[in-house]
């Protein structure tokens, strides 16, 4: 492991005390260079955030580097909590990186993990629906945010300019 990367390493998790071994894990910022696609997607859903919540810090990507040679990306905030699902990962089953290959499905897949780590860390449902108050949920389809309320309708493209 090279100094520079272990000098940017923030994070030292572990299973706890009386847990068995397992691997363990260094979690650092992903360099803005890495994963462009993915900070794209993000870029996008950043924008609804500081539109509708602009109290909120912009999300930032993060990745976790596992001893056994797992990595996973997730969503987080500024201050490092994540809570949403990987965005990509590898070493194990159910590897990621080919969801990278669909646009839609990649900012969907973002956009989900922002909502998740929006509402564990600030207990508070984003985005909303400006019609119905309901929580939206992004479409890999169509890219956009959608509400299910009066038999469904899309409320704006995620990172578009009508933000409810």
Known sequence: MSDAYSSSL???????????PGPEVL????????????????????AD???????????????????DGGRQIKVATADGESYGPAVWQRGWSGDAA??????????????DAAQQTVLESGRQ????CPAHALGLH???????????????????????PARG
């Open 10 to 20: 923030e994070i030292r998790l572990s299973d706890g005390p009386g847990a068995p």
């Open 27 to 46: 979690t650092g910022p992903l360099e803005p260079d890495e994963q462009p696609r993915l900070w794209a997607a993000l870029a996008l859903v950043n």
């Open 49 to 67: 955030l500081a539109a509708t919540r602009p109290d909120r810090a912009p999300l930032e990507l993060r990745r976790y580097d596992w001893s």
């Open 98 to 111: 080919e969801l990278l290959a669909d646009p839609l499905e990649l900012l969907a897949l973002v956009a």
């Open 125 to 128: 449902v984003w985005p909303l």
């Open 138 to 160: 992004a479409s890999g389809v169509a890219g956009s945010w959608h509400c299910s309320a009066g038999g469904g309708h899309v409320v704006a493209p995620v990172g578009g």
